[in-house]
């Protein structure tokens, strides 16, 4: 069982930078898949990055070269760096784990959801 808590989240202007963590629960994290997905209003979730136990990484063709995954195993973390922010870019950001160790990008892949932190950017 993974117990899964997101923070970060914020209001920030068009241009601008946040990092959002992730804290998981259990011994196993280094062994599992991360990934953050978003969901904005009327829209259906969808895959942002993803970073294996190996820390190889997965990005969305939206946030590639602005956003940033990574994982600290000894703190049970993982970490969504997100720069040059856009409006587009706002939405509910919510961390998953998968215990399998392959990269998924569907959402219905992950068996451990966190209850998600709002990104808010401004024009």
């Known amino acids: 069982q993974v117990h899964l808590v997101e923070s970060g989240g914020g209001l920030v202007q068009a241009g601008g930078s946040l990092r959002l963590s992730c804290a998981a629960s259990?011994?196993?994290?280094?062994?599992?898949?991360m990934g953050w997905f978003r969901q904005a209003p009327g829209k259906q979730r969808e895959f942002v990055a993803a970073i294996s136990w190996s820390a190889g990484t997965y990005y969305a063709d939206s946030v590639k070269g602005r956003f940033t995954i990574s994982r600290d195993n000894a703190k049970n973390t993982v970490y969504l760096q997100m720069n040059s922010l856009k409006p587009e870019d706002t939405a509910v950001y919510y961390c998953?784990?998968?215990?399998?160790?392959?990269?998924?990008?569907?959402?219905?892949?992950?068996?451990?959801w966190g209850q998600g932190t709002q990104v808010t950017v401004s024009a």
């Open positions: 259990g011994r196993t994290f280094s062994s599992y898949t």
């Open positions: 998953a784990a998968d215990s399998t160790g392959r990269i998924y990008l569907h959402a219905g892949n992950y068996g451990y």
